[in-house]
Nanobody, 124 residues
Framework: QVQLVESGGGLVQAGGSLRLSCAASGRTSNIYPMGWFRQAPGKEREFVAAISWSGSTTSYADSVKGRFTISRDNAKNTVYLQMNSLKPEDTAVYYC?????????????????WGQGTQVTVSS
């Protein structure tokens, strides 16, 4: 089993920045790509960003391209999401996810492990 714990959420004004972290523990040798998803009240969970095991390949939702950056430190079993130029529409619970197969994907149901989520609120 793999456990994922997110941190770094909070309240920020529009235009501000936050950095989310996701620490993995347990059988971390079983996981390859990791991703960030978000879910706003009354909406479905949506893809934000994903990164391959090596970090050489990344993917972003169009809504966050140029503002968010995903990265990972495998020595620390941690993935990060740097969020800049935040907008009120970025308000959501942000979830970290990990996948046991190696190909990078963007659909939530293709990820095997999930964290509990961290709230990000952007005020206007």
């Amino acid at each position: 089993q793999v456990q994922l714990v997110e941190s770094g959420g909070g309240l920020v004004q529009a235009g501000g920045s936050l950095r989310l972290s996701c620490a993995a523990s347990g059988r971390t040798s079983n996981i390859y790509p990791m991703g960030w998803f978000r879910q706003a009240p009354g909406k479905e969970r949506e893809f934000v960003a994903a990164i391959s095991w090596s970090g050489s390949t990344t993917s972003y939702a169009d809504s966050v391209k140029g503002r968010f950056t995903i990265s990972r430190d495998n020595a620390k079993n941690t993935v990060y999401l740097q969020m800049n130029s935040l907008k009120p529409e970025d308000t959501a619970v942000y979830y970290c996810a990990a996948r046991v197969l190696k190909n990078l994907v963007v659909r939530p149901y293709e990820y095997d492990y999930w964290g509990q989520g961290t709230q990000v609120t952007v005020s206007s």
